[in-house]
């Protein structure tokens, strides 16, 4: 397999990881290469964003949005993993992780383990979405 390739198949990979972690989390029924989903992880992101990032966002916003009835309908693809606001949501969790008063705030997500070393390898652009 090319470079070209293997950036292919990582994208598929983390694009049905990231859909599968949120319909686990959300309870919702999403299809990772649904309908636009799959275009969400692009090429570009495969190679910038791994499966812990992702993983960190759905964590953050169904922590923040899940018993918000006016929120919890935007816990879906499109929303999360969009261009314009998946960086931004990103930056969000972080801040929640160095913040303690948000940490209290979001009490579940204090302590959650960004990493898990296990999978850490898997991916070549896996990383700790926190930053360290």
């Known amino acids: 397999m090319g470079k070209k390739e293997d950036i292919k198949q990582e994208r ?8 599968n972690y949120l319909n686990t989390k959300a309870d919702r029924k999403f299809v990772f290469d649904g309908k ?4 969400l992880f692009t090429a570009e992101w495969a190679l910038k964003y791994g499966i812990n990032q992702y993983k960190g966002v759905i964590d953050y916003l169904v922590l923040k949005w ?52 296990s999978e850490s390898k898997q991916l070549s652009s896996f990383s700790n979405y926190d930053g360290r």
Do not use: H, W
């Open 12 to 19: 598929i990979q983390i694009a049905e990881r990231a859909v």
């Open 36 to 39: 636009g989903t799959l275009q």
């Open 66 to 117: 899940k018993d918000d009835p006016s929120m919890e309908r935007y816990l879906r693809p499109s929303t999360l993993f969009g261009r314009d606001k998946f960086p931004e949501y990103l930056e969000e969790a972080r801040a929640c992780i160095r913040n303690e008063r948000m940490k209290k705030r979001l009490r579940a997500f204090s302590n959650y383990i960004p990493v898990e070393e």
